[in-house]
């Protein structure tokens, strides 16, 4: 098979390592790549949040399946675009549609999705330029630290946890009425404060119920050398997870994976790819930080190499609606 990976990051790099060691794989090609894909695969120059651009290309290269990297095409609603093709009905899209990436796309939207279906997160509100006054108001209720989130993609940066009363409320001004994060701030979810140690989860679903789960992993995301100063998009990772043991694994599954997957088709949300729950094991059990729509980036590099099964026959069985039939092969 012929497979399109979108994406630059080491994420892209560690799934294209993965899939030109199928022994299905005919041709590799990674847009636009960077210097480590280059090596196993044609780096392609392409617009790949442009769906007729990335169309074009899929239609004159064969190509059988594309992999959306980053949440960026995904939330465009680039695996919308490619599939409104009828030429290109039979190509797999490793990637949500649009509406189901609102789950990364719009933190009140998955929060909400949370809501609905009982899974545990820290508790919240919603607030927009209309409602600032509501929104301090709010902040006086809660202890410190208060967490307040700009609602849609910025690029990791948009998560603010401030100790000082004044300063979350000025903060929360900011963001609302002086956009602070751009259109992305104009609704912002202000959220209880959980304590606890982060790892992630990530799954593979194929959108009707069926799902594998992949390798857990910790990224690291401060700057500094001992886990210090300023948070990044993730400095490095590992798996698995030294804390992450059966207990955790199962409650996690039955409260958090489970019902997540279940959600996604009771609330007919079209959901072929990767997801990524950002979680915290609290002193009350796991909840779920966020959720993104795509691997992670560094996660990805230590998630991915763990696999044994082949990756392009998990695309397939994604495709074909059998994932949970298949038996995870992942190296210790
Ligand atoms: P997010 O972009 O939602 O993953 O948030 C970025 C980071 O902020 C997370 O990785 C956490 O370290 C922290 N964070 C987000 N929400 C909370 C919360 N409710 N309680 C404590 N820390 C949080
Ligand atoms: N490393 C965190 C992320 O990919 O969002």
Do not use: C, W
Not at 100 to 105: I, K, P, R, S, V
Not at 259 to 270: E, R, S, W, Y
Request: charged fraction near 25%; hydrophobic fraction near 40%.
């Amino acid at each position: 098979m012929n497979v399109l990976v979108l994406g630059s990051g080491g994420r892209e790099h560690a799934l294209s390592h993965k899939i030109s060691q199928s022994s299905k794989l005919s041709k590799l090609f990674i847009a636009p790549g960077n210097g480590g894909t280059h090596a196993l695969g044609e780096n392609v120059s392409l617009n790949i949040e442009d769906a007729a651009e990335v169309g074009a290309f899929v239609k004159a290269n064969a190509i059988d399946i594309v992999v959306i990297g980053p949440e960026a095409p995904l939330v465009a609603g680039v695996h919308d675009g490619l599939k409104s093709d009828p030429e290109l009905s039979s190509l797999i899209v490793v990637g949500p549609r649009q509406a189901a990436a609102e789950l990364e796309g719009s933190k009140d939207f998955a929060k909400e999705f949370m809501m609905r279906h009982n899974i545990p997160t820290a508790a919240y509100q919603t607030f927009t330029r209309d409602t600032l006054t509501e929104g301090q108001a709010f902040l006086e209720t809660l202890d410190a630290p208060y967490v307040l989130k700009a609602d849609g993609l910025a690029a990791g940066k948009g998560v603010l946890i401030i100790e000082d009363l004044d300063e979350a409320k000025e903060e929360l001004k900011n963001m609302l009425v002086d956009a602070k994060f751009g259109d992305a701030s104009s609704r912002v979810v202000i959220e209880e404060f959980l304590a606890g140690i982060e790892f992630s989860i990530f799954a593979l679903t194929d959108g009707r119920g069926g799902y594998v789960i992949l390798p857990e992993a910790k990224d690291y995301k401060r700057i500094g050398e001992g886990d210090t100063g300023l948070n990044t998009g993730g400095m490095g990772a590992v798996s698995p997870v030294p804390f992450f043991d059966a207990a955790l694994r199962e409650r996690t599954v039955k409260e958090i994976i489970d019902p997540t997957i279940k959600g996604l088709v009771k609330d007919n949300l079209p959901y072929q790819g990767f997801v990524f729950f950002g979680l915290i094991n609290t002193s009350k059990g796991p909840k779920v930080i966020e959720y993104n729509v795509r691997m992670g980036d560094p996660e990805t590099e230590v998630v991915i190499p763990r696999l044994e099964t082949d990756l392009i026959d998990l695309f397939v069985a994604m495709d074909n609606g059998t994932l949970g039939d298949i038996d995870l092969q992942v190296h210790p």
